[in-house]
């Protein structure tokens, strides 16, 4: 009798368990059919709307958008690779010809939507960052983690909510605010998303196949558009947007470590395949600053590859020297080269020694050293330590208009947004905003560069020395050509200092397997 009973309380305590169990799901699963539910209500309204003033394929537009906010909601994570995907494969404006990716409204809204105080791609952060805090409160953990770099990250945000203070209080314009503060938030959010979301090696690999294949497609895209669509003629047009050539370099230096820090096979062979398409791409772009950026990026990875692998050190050096003396025996070769395959060199004395016979390159130089001389004339005639503020155009005692008579058709923030972004935050912030700035950045390469010595696991190490060479190649294109004011340049730096913050943790979980 008293084994009977026993047994009987044994068995009510499992009954009662799984009870609890089931009823702890069913809450879970009514509060995620609740999340969904409004998710879908209130942004269905607004999306009818766009749809009834943009007109052209609104309602296969509106579809998709409710389909993509569904899954995210049910499933954070794939938040992730939906930001992944439109980086690597839609482009942030309409280009020279119609190529289907650069007509998506992800970065940028139909003539008709312009104005709203968001763009799509942030209304899309905005998605991923609610679900994932609802998921996580329906779990008891912890809303949102920051990682090593949160700190850095506020005392800039601290720093961007000064100047703008400062600039609306001065006479900014609220929009151009807008504006300028768009790029940084996207920078911090993206990081966000990496940060929680990723959480397994499995999700950088797939990263890294969305890097590859969107080389791939956009190298196709812009080898279209140079012999279709253009019939050979480039005159002053640029291929494709000029951030692309930021993700074509990256690619090349994923190609470099693949097959020199850790030969994940399945990704070399697919980066192999599309390298021609990517390299042939690269040059019709012709964006100078990229080639000095690939050049440093290469250099840092040398570095770090030696630092991280002893037993490699003497192959290292061989190639290292090689790479050196080929190098500069073809920029010196090919240096004043009218040849199509002489264009990087051509570019690289370019940054250097201007082509005095080049008109473009003549012009391009002249515009930018009237706006550097600007930028340093505002910066010594404001504020030393907290600068001018953002919403208000820089001074100008040499106009731009004296080169670029038009510019202001082409570019309605030419007199606030300069194509040095570094000089940029320079002087929007001041002193103390731009040693903020570095204190970011830099403790993005420190930690990354300590990162990558202390991991085990190859392919973590190879993506942790991929994501400390991309900023700083990020800071050198940033000096010349608007690359921390582009959407996709500064999201992709934050996803990859998210997932670089979260490698040690993968590493971990990899020993334990």
Same mark, same amino acid.
Request: with cysteine; glycine share 8%; aromatic share 12%.
């Given at each position: 009798?008293?084994?009977?009973?026993?047994?009987?309380?044994? %068995?009510?305590?499992?009954?009662?368990?799984?009870?609890?169990? *089931?009823?702890?799901?069913?809450?879970?699963?009514? #509060?995620?059919?609740?999340?969904?539910?409004?998710?879908?209500?209130?942004?269905?309204?607004?999306?009818?709307?766009?749809?009834?003033?943009?007109?052209?394929?609104?309602?296969?537009? %509106?579809?998709?958008?409710?389909?993509?906010?569904?899954?995210?909601?049910?499933?954070?994570?794939?938040?992730?690779?939906?930001?992944?995907?439109?980086?690597?494969?839609?482009?942030?404006?309409?280009?020279?010809?119609?190529?289907?990716?650069?007509?998506?409204?992800?970065?940028?809204?139909?003539?008709?939507?312009?104005?709203?105080?968001?763009?799509?791609?942030?209304?899309?952060?905005?998605?991923?960052?609610?679900?994932?805090?609802?998921?996580?409160?329906?779990?008891?953990?912890?809303?949102?983690?920051?990682?090593?770099?949160?700190?850095?990250?506020?005392?800039?945000?601290?720093?961007?909510?000064?100047?703008?203070?400062?600039?609306?209080?001065?006479?900014?314009?609220?929009?151009?605010?807008?504006?300028?503060?768009?790029?940084?938030?996207?920078?911090?959010?993206?990081?966000?998303?990496?940060?929680?979301?990723?959480?397994?090696?499995? =999700?950088?690999?797939?990263?890294?196949?969305?890097?590859?294949?969107?080389?791939?497609?956009?190298?196709?895209?812009?080898? $279209?558009?140079?012999?279709?669509?253009?019939?050979?003629?480039?005159?002053?047009?640029?291929?494709?947007? =000029?951030?692309?050539?930021?993700?074509?370099?990256?690619?090349?230096?994923?190609?470099?470590?693949?097959?020199?820090?850790?030969?994940?096979?399945?990704?070399?062979?697919?980066?192999?395949?599309?390298?021609?398409?990517?390299?042939?791409?690269?040059?019709?772009?012709?964006?100078?600053?990229?080639?000095?950026?690939?050049?440093?990026?290469?250099?840092?990875?040398?570095?770090?590859?030696? *630092?991280?692998?002893?037993?490699?050190?003497? #192959?290292?050096?061989?190639?290292?020297?090689?790479?050196?003396?080929?190098?500069?025996?073809?920029?010196?070769?090919?240096?004043?080269?009218?040849?199509?395959?002489?264009?990087?060199?051509?570019?690289? %004395?370019?940054?250097? =020694?201007?082509?005095?016979?080049?008109?473009?390159?003549?012009?391009?130089?002249? $515009?930018?050293?009237?706006?550097?001389?600007?930028?340093?004339?505002?910066?010594?005639?404001?504020?030393?330590?907290?600068?001018?503020?953002?919403?208000?155009? $820089?001074?100008?005692?040499?106009?731009?208009?004296?080169?670029?008579?038009?510019?202001?058709?082409?570019?309605?923030?030419?007199?606030?947004?300069? =194509?040095?972004?570094?000089?940029?935050?320079?002087?929007? #912030?001041?002193?103390?905003?731009?040693?903020?700035?570095?204190?970011?950045?830099?403790?993005?390469?420190?930690?990354?560069? %300590?990162?990558?010595?202390?991991?085990?696991?190859?392919?973590?190490?190879?993506?942790?020395?991929?994501?400390?060479?991309?900023?700083?190649?990020?800071?050198?294109?940033?000096?010349?050509?608007?690359?921390?004011?582009?959407?996709?340049?500064?999201?992709?730096?934050?996803? #990859?200092?998210?997932?670089?913050?979260? *490698?040690?943790?993968?590493?971990?979980?990899?020993?334990?397997?």
């Amino acid at each position: 009798m008293l084994m009977d009973r026993q047994t009987t309380i044994v %068995i009510e305590n499992k009954s009662n368990a799984i009870a609890a169990l *089931l009823t702890e799901q069913k809450r879970k699963y009514r #509060l995620l059919f609740i999340i969904i539910c409004a998710s879908v209500t209130l942004l269905t309204p607004p999306l009818v709307l766009t749809g009834i003033v943009a007109g052209l394929n609104v309602l296969l537009a %509106i579809c998709a958008v409710i389909v993509v906010v569904a899954v995210i909601a049910r499933w954070p994570y794939t938040g992730f690779f939906v930001v992944s995907g439109c980086l690597v494969l839609i482009d942030q404006a309409p280009l020279v010809a119609n190529v289907v990716t650069d007509r998506l409204n992800v970065y940028y809204w139909p003539p008709a939507l312009e104005g709203l105080p968001e763009r799509p791609i942030g209304f899309l952060f905005l998605v991923i960052l609610f679900s994932m805090i609802c998921h996580r409160l329906s779990k008891g953990q912890p809303l949102l983690k920051g990682g090593a770099l949160l700190v850095p990250y506020l005392l800039f945000f601290l720093c961007l909510a000064g100047g703008a203070l400062y600039g609306l209080t001065t006479g900014g314009d609220t929009k151009i605010i807008v504006v300028e503060l768009r790029p940084f938030i996207y920078l911090f959010e993206s990081y966000l998303v990496a940060y929680n979301l990723v959480s397994r090696k499995s =999700h950088v690999r797939i990263f890294f196949w969305f890097v590859i294949v969107g080389a791939g497609v956009k190298a196709l895209q812009g080898i $279209y558009i140079y012999f279709i669509a253009l019939h050979g003629q480039l005159g002053d047009n640029t291929v494709l947007s =000029h951030e692309e050539s930021y993700f074509f370099i990256g690619l090349l230096l994923l190609v470099v470590l693949l097959s020199l820090h850790q030969r994940y096979r399945p990704q070399l062979v697919a980066a192999l395949c599309v390298l021609p398409f990517v390299v042939v791409t690269l040059v019709l772009n012709d964006r100078r600053a990229d080639y000095v950026a690939l050049l440093a990026g290469l250099g840092t990875a040398w570095v770090l590859m030696f *630092l991280c692998k002893p037993q490699a050190r003497k #192959l290292l050096v061989i190639l290292g020297v090689s790479g050196l003396v080929l190098g500069v025996g073809y920029i010196a070769v090919f240096a004043n080269s009218t040849a199509g395959y002489a264009k990087p060199a051509n570019a690289i %004395i370019a940054v250097f =020694h201007p082509n005095l016979n080049d008109t473009r390159d003549n012009n391009s130089n002249a $515009y930018r050293n009237i706006e550097n001389f600007d930028l340093k004339y505002t910066i010594q005639h404001n504020n030393f330590l907290f600068g001018l503020g953002f919403g208000k155009p $820089y001074l100008q005692p040499t106009p731009l208009t004296t080169v670029f008579q038009n510019i202001q058709a082409v570019d309605i923030y030419y007199n606030y947004v300069p =194509h040095n972004n570094i000089y940029w935050v320079w002087m929007r #912030l001041g002193a103390v905003g731009f040693l903020v700035f570095w204190f970011l950045i830099g403790s993005i390469i420190a930690r990354g560069s %300590i990162i990558a010595r202390q991991l085990r696991d190859p392919y973590l190490q190879l993506v942790a020395i991929y994501a400390v060479a991309m900023t700083i190649m990020e800071i050198i294109v940033a000096l010349a050509d608007y690359q921390l004011f582009f959407y996709r340049n500064v999201i992709y730096l934050g996803l #990859l200092a998210g997932i670089l913050m979260k *490698l040690p943790e993968l590493d971990k979980e990899e020993s334990r397997v």
